[in-house]
């Protein structure tokens, strides 16, 4: 058990909704990253916050959105979801800012768009 | 952007063999190299990494080797045992973490 949370593990939704993930970080972790894994893409990156901040930004489409709360739990938005959202999102947190440190990776919350 | 790429896709060995899985990168400023584990069902774990000052780290029986000048990694799993069944994944870091495509790893006992 990595110390990360994730919900909800599986979400199945259609296409032009709206879905909410969280993730509640490691205690004492300040940085939350989030990840897509699908098969025809691998795992990707898609952005990270530190401490409330946004730090870094990777492949994320605009119809992604994130913040991290002043507890610093977060949550990922997707909207008008389309078939090739389905995925599993990982979150993943770290103890600084650097995205050189260890990052923990929560269990995931696997996406079906129908 | 930084392109990672890994091979094989799939490795099977017997128990007690070594395994080695093979990344190259593309951006010469990458300067780490992190290595995951993914369990069925569960998020990746990290393994073993190593920074770009350095050749070789090992621990235990997972070992990396960094080869800069020819911006290629590569993991070493000795005395491979049924548990270490799984996809590994390597990444290399610039400004993001870029993964590989993953090594599907099985070890037959």
């Known amino acids: 058990d990595s110390g990360v949370t994730q919900t909800p593990k599986h979400l199945i939704t259609a296409t032009g909704q709206r879905v909410t993930l969280r993730c509640s970080p490691r205690?004492?972790?300040?940085?939350v990253y989030w990840y897509q894994q699908s098969l025809d893409q691998g795992l990707q990156f898609l952005i990270q916050?530190?401490?409330?901040?946004?730090?870094a930004k990777g492949n994320i489409l605009e119809r992604f959105s994130a913040q991290q709360f002043p507890d610093l739990h977060s949550e990922l938005n997707l909207s008008s979801l389309e078939l090739g959202d389905s995925a599993l999102y990982f979150c993943?947190?770290?103890?600084?800012?650097?995205?050189?440190?260890?990052?923990?990776f929560g269990p995931g919350t696997r996406l079906t768009v129908l | 952007g930084e392109n990672v790429e890994q091979h094989p896709s799939t490795l099977s060995v017997q128990e007690g063999d070594s395994a080695v899985i093979k990344c190259t990168y593309s951006?010469?400023?990458?300067?780490?190299f992190p290595w995951y584990k993914q369990e069925l069902g569960k998020g990746p774990q990290l393994i073993i990494d190593?920074?770009?000052?350095?050749g070789e780290k090992k621990d235990q029986r997972i070992a990396v080797t960094l080869n800069k000048t020819a911006k290629h990694f590569s993991l070493h799993i000795t005395e491979t045992q049924p548990e270490d069944s799984a996809v590994y994944f390597c990444a290399a870091h610039t400004n993001d973490m870029r993964f590989g495509a993953g090594t599907r790893l099985t070890v037959k006992p």
């Open positions: 190593i920074r770009s000052n350095v």
């Open positions: 993943a947190s770290s103890v600084g800012r650097s995205s050189y440190n260890e990052q923990f």
């Open positions: 916050y530190y401490n409330g901040e946004e730090r």
């Open positions: 205690s004492g972790d300040l940085s």
């Open positions: 951006d010469s400023a990458s300067n780490y």
